[in-house]
Structures are given as structure tokens and as C-alpha cells.
């Protein structure tokens, strides 16, 4: 159904296109390469390198995005969350999404491989294919673990990033990716309890529409501890002085009490979740958006602050 039909506003075909590779989550994942970058340098990279990386990295979440549109179009169009996306409303028909992220995909990989380095275009094409085909295609709708592997796609941006500056990949980069890793659950965990109806309308099996809020907190909590001590990892590897080390120990001690309070407030849930656990669950999502964008300011300031 065309939007003007329901009676909805409509978007421009540019914005429609746009609303495809969903930018809030574009711009979640730059957040974490520049920093990655001047961590790489230790100071400032070249300008050029920069703008090149977030362009082709852009590019190749974008792709990335509308080609998950495309595959999930039958069920975004029975989910609340999901019916104003352009290929549920009629914006963008099946095969223009089809050419626009496939195009994305090869722009990216080609601009890459030109104005960065082979290994940087490489990793982006990999992203690619593994949320596409691993996630999508794979995992999400068989098992309540697609989120744990599928996340490693928006764990590439680091190793793109550093491979950029060093054209190859070290210890620092592998311990940013498990930083990442390992967030991946606490921050869609708690969303996928607040949506669990939708999620369960569609026979899409996330840990929060399969499971009860009790158990969901009691993962989240897990995995947030691993993440903290992935985080603090970095300090002896990197050898990262105050502005990062101080940083990581307080904002792993604010998601860890944040986390911890979930499960609090997940008690009084029964199998499905009640208004109290799902409030409590939407304030950890977005206290994890805050945590990691913090967390890699913190990364990106580091180089420039003497450790004395």
C-alpha cells in the first residue's frame, strides 16, 4: 500500500532511499571509528584518510541496512515498530531496494579499495555478506542467538578503521572488536523485551520474546561483565593512559549498576513482560548507546593526553 493511501505523510524519494540504510544506526557505528582511527595513530591521522574511511564505511552499512530491509520486508509489514519503513509503505519497490543496496555494496567496496587499502575494502565486503547471509538470512529466525554471532557485523567499523591508519590488524583492534562484541547483547536484549509481542508475532525467536525478563536480565548482566573487563583489557594492551583508564572504570561501573538493576525490576515480570521490566529494559538500550559512544570519546581523547 502506497503511504498516501493509509493516510500517512509522505517522503521525498531521496529521504525514502535514506530511511533504508537507517542512519541512526550508520552513525552509532562511525561513532567508534574515528576514535579507532586516532587510537591507530596514536595522534591524527591524515584528514583524508578519515573522511574516506567514514565514507566507504557509510557505504558499506548502508548496503548492509537495505539489503536487510529487503529480506525482512514481510515482516516488517506486521510489526509496529517496523510498518513505516519505505518497502512496507510503498516508497521504494522490492527491486529498486535490491539494486540500491547492492550498488551501495560494490560503491563501497571499490571506493575502498582505491582511497584506503585492499584489507579496509576487504573487511567492509565481509561485513557485508555476514550480516546479510550469516544474521539475516541465517540466523535471526532460527535461533534466540542470532544476535550474539549476527553483531559481529557491526563490530567490523574498528578493524576497518584501524586497518586503515596501519593496513593491518593488531591486538588493540581485536580487543576494541570484542568490546563491541560483547555490548552487542546488553544493547538489543533490552529492546527486543520491549518489543517482544512484535517479535513474537512474527515467529522471530530474540532472546526477549522467547524468554522471561528474570532470565534475559540475568544474560545481559553476563555478558555486560565480560564487556567491562574486555573494556579494561585495552589498558595494558594499548597501553592507554588516564582519560581512557579512568573512563572505562566509571562507565563500566554505571552499566554494571544499571544492568543489575534490570534484573531487579525483571523480577516482578511473569512470562510476559509488565510495563515496570520493559521501562526498565528500554533505560538500559539507551543507556548503552550513551556508555559506548562515551567510551570510545574516551578512546579518541587518550592519544592526545600525556600519560605522566
Given at each position: 500500500?502506497?503511504?498516501?493511501?493509509?493516510?500517512?505523510?509522505?517522503?521525498?524519494?531521496?529521504?525514502?532511499?535514506?530511511?533504508?540504510?537507517?542512519?541512526?544506526?550508520?552513525?552509532?557505528?562511525?561513532?567508534?571509528?574515528?576514535?579507532?582511527?586516532?587510537?591507530?595513530?596514536?595522534?591524527?591521522?591524515?584528514?583524508?584518510?578519515?573522511?574516506?574511511?567514514?565514507?566507504?564505511?557509510?557505504?558499506?552499512?548502508?548496503?548492509?541496512?537495505?539489503?536487510?530491509?529487503?529480506?525482512?520486508?514481510?515482516i516488517d509489514a506486521r510489526m509496529d515498530?517496523?510498518?513505516?519503513?519505505?518497502?512496507?509503505?510503498?516508497?521504494?519497490?522490492?527491486?529498486?531496494?535490491?539494486?540500491?543496496?547492492?550498488?551501495?555494496?560494490?560503491?563501497?567496496?571499490?571506493?575502498?579499495?582505491?582511497?584506503?587499502?585492499?584489507?579496509?575494502?576487504?573487511?567492509?565486503?565481509?561485513?557485508?555478506?555476514?550480516?546479510?547471509?550469516?544474521?539475516?538470512?541465517?540466523?535471526?529466525?532460527?535461533?534466540?542467538?542470532?544476535?550474539?554471532?549476527?553483531?559481529?557485523?557491526?563490530?567490523?567499523?574498528?578493524?576497518?578503521?584501524?586497518?586503515?591508519?596501519?593496513?593491518?590488524?593488531?591486538?588493540?583492534?581485536?580487543?576494541?572488536?570484542?568490546?563491541?562484541?560483547?555490548?552487542?547483547?546488553?544493547?538489543?536484549?533490552?529492546?527486543?523485551?520491549?518489543?517482544?509481542?512484535?517479535?513474537?508475532?512474527?515467529?522471530?525467536?530474540?532472546?526477549?520474546?522467547?524468554?522471561?525478563?528474570?532470565?534475559?536480565?540475568?544474560?545481559?548482566?553476563?555478558?555486560?561483565?565480560?564487556?567491562?573487563?574486555?573494556?579494561?583489557?585495552?589498558?595494558?594492551?594499548?597501553?592507554?593512559?588516564?582519560?581512557?583508564?579512568?573512563?572505562?572504570?566509571?562507565?563500566?561501573?554505571?552499566?554494571?549498576?544499571?544492568?543489575?538493576?534490570?534484573?531487579?525490576?525483571?523480577?516482578?515480570?511473569?512470562?510476559?513482560?509488565?510495563?515496570?521490566?520493559?521501562?526498565?529494559?528500554?533505560?538500559?538500550?539507551?543507556?548503552?548507546?550513551?556508555?559506548?559512544?562515551?567510551?570510545?570519546?574516551?578512546?579518541?581523547?587518550?592519544?592526545?593526553?600525556?600519560?605522566?
Amino acid at each position: 500500500m502506497h503511504p498516501s493511501e493509509a493516510g500517512r505523510p509522505t517522503r521525498s524519494r531521496a529521504a525514502a532511499f535514506l530511511a533504508l540504510t537507517k542512519p541512526r544506526i550508520i552513525e552509532l557505528l562511525l561513532i567508534t571509528t574515528v576514535p579507532t582511527m586516532l587510537l591507530a595513530a596514536g595522534g591524527l591521522p591524515p584528514v583524508g584518510l578519515v573522511l574516506a574511511t567514514l565514507v566507504g564505511g557509510a557505504l558499506a552499512a548502508g548496503s548492509a541496512n537495505t539489503l536487510n530491509c529487503y529480506v525482512d520486508r514481510d515482516i516488517d509489514a506486521r510489526m509496529d515498530r517496523t510498518r513505516e519503513r519505505p518497502l512496507v509503505t510503498g516508497e521504494v519497490s522490492p527491486r529498486e531496494a535490491l539494486v540500491f543496496g547492492t550498488g551501495l555494496g560494490v560503491l563501497s567496496t571499490a571506493w575502498l579499495a582505491v582511497l584506503v587499502n585492499p584489507l579496509s575494502a576487504g573487511l567492509a565486503l565481509a561485513a557485508i555478506a555476514f550480516y546479510l547471509f550469516v544474521y539475516t538470512l541465517g540466523l535471526k529466525r532460527r535461533t534466540s542467538q542470532n544476535i550474539v554471532w549476527g553483531g559481529a557485523a557491526g563490530c567490523m567499523p574498528v578493524l576497518i578503521g584501524w586497518s586503515a591508519v596501519t593496513g593491518g590488524l593488531d591486538w588493540e583492534a581485536l580487543v576494541l572488536f570484542g568490546v563491541i562484541f560483547l555490548w552487542t547483547p546488553p544493547h538489543y536484549w533490552p529492546l527486543s523485551m520491549r518489543y517482544a509481542r512484535d517479535y513474537s508475532s512474527v515467529d522471530v525467536p530474540m532472546l526477549g520474546a522467547v524468554e522471561r525478563p528474570a532470565l534475559v536480565a540475568r544474560r545481559i548482566i553476563a555478558y555486560s561483565w565480560a564487556m567491562v573487563a574486555c573494556s579494561l583489557l585495552l589498558v595494558p594492551v594499548a597501553g592507554t593512559g588516564p582519560v581512557y583508564t579512568f573512563g572505562a572504570v566509571l562507565l563500566g561501573a554505571w552499566f554494571l549498576v544499571e544492568a543489575h538493576g534490570l534484573r531487579r525490576r525483571a523480577r516482578l515480570a511473569d512470562a510476559s513482560p509488565d510495563p515496570v521490566a520493559t521501562a526498565g529494559a528500554m533505560r538500559v538500550f539507551h543507556v548503552s548507546i550513551s556508555y559506548l559512544s562515551l567510551l570510545f570519546v574516551a578512546v579518541g581523547v587518550d592519544p592526545f593526553v600525556p600519560w605522566w
